[in-house]
């Protein structure tokens, strides 16, 4: 089996390839004039690491006194530190509550493997001995039950649905009811992602996030976005819209594998200062992996696979 590190190394396959291997190629043997810099910042734009993100990269270098005497290899290590840096801001583990259930509200569009995410996130839990219940809330799209259902069995977890078209927030409610009465460790709560009703879907979202929240003010510990890296700045634009209505606690970033945009973990967290949680380097139940921005960089970076 491949290790976690290859697999993410080589899901990043397509964002090295467009960000740090020309990145190489542009500053490889040149001085670090203004001309330089200025391919750089295109660079990065056309990467999608952000108009502020690269702001601050380049910035940052042009500021720096090793500029003058800096090499390839100097601003390469400049800009993999900066990103570091942003990335690190905000602690990227999952809150998991001292006292169970952890509640995990998990909301996005339609198309950005929410619902995989959520099956995925079940059975991982389940393999580390922690009993999950999903909360079936989707209940505009008739596929999501059906998906969640044999998701559930395959992860070995309890599941809570109503007919198709019932109210959300009841979903939601009795999801957490019954995790709370049954002592299970961990109720996912999956969501509707209609984008054609995008305000009633705002306020769906906060109808839910309020009615969790009588069972204990604490619930949910986690708000979860699932962004599809391939969408680039679409993906930017979606976070900023749920974290305007519902306040977002984390990332989870699907299809990092199919995408040369995987710089869009970093505008995230610059311009939202909403870290990055979770990544999908695959297709495997295994490929759904916790963000470590040092392992990412890593990878992204090109170093060797472990």
Not at 11 to 24: H, I, S, V
Not at 126 to 132: H, K, L, N, P, T
Not at 134 to 141: E, H, L, Q, V
Not at 215 to 236: F, K, R
């Amino acid at each position: 089996m491949r290790s976690l590190f290859r697999r993410l190394r080589d899901g990043l396959a397509r964002t090295r390839a467009q960000l740090t291997d020309r990145m190489q190629e542009i500053l490889y043997g040149r001085s670090l004039t203004q001309d330089v810099l200025d391919e750089l910042e295109e660079l990065l734009i056309a990467a999608d690491v952000g108009v502020e993100a690269t702001g601050r990269i380049l910035h940052e270098i042009e500021d720096d006194p090793k500029r003058t005497s800096g090499d390839a290899a100097w601003a390469v290590g400049k800009v993999r530190a900066i990103m570091r840096e942003i990335l690190t801001r905000q602690p990227s583990d999952l809150v998991i509550a001292d006292v169970p259930p952890t509640v995990m509200l998990v909301v996005g569009v339609n198309g950005t493997g929410k619902t995989t995410t959520i099956g995925k996130l079940a059975a991982r839990f389940s393999a580390e001995g922690r009993d999950v219940l999903i909360g079936a809330a989707d209940t505009f799209r008739a596929a999501a039950d059906e998906q969640l259902e044999v998701w559930a069995e395959r992860a070995k977890a309890q599941i809570v649905r109503h007919g198709r078209g019932a109210d959300a927030a009841s979903v939601a409610w009795d999801a957490v009811g019954a995790a709370r009465s049954r002592r299970v460790d961990a109720v996912l709560i999956d969501t509707a992602g209609r984008l054609h009703t995008r305000s009633n879907l705002m306020e769906e979202l906060r109808k839910i996030k309020r009615v969790i929240a009588k069972h204990d003010p604490s619930y949910p510990h986690e708000t979860l976005l699932v962004l599809d890296a391939t969408t680039g700045q679409n993906a930017l634009a979606q976070a900023r819209q749920f974290n305007d209505a519902i306040g977002i606690t984390g990332i989870a970033l699907t299809k990092l594998d199919s995408s040369a945009k995987g710089g869009i973990v970093i505008a995230i967290a610059e311009e939202l200062g909403i870290p990055v949680k979770l990544v999908g380097v695959g297709e495997t139940i295994d490929d759904l992996q916790d963000f470590d921005p040092d392992a990412f960089l890593d990878a992204l970076f090109g170093l060797p696979a472990q």
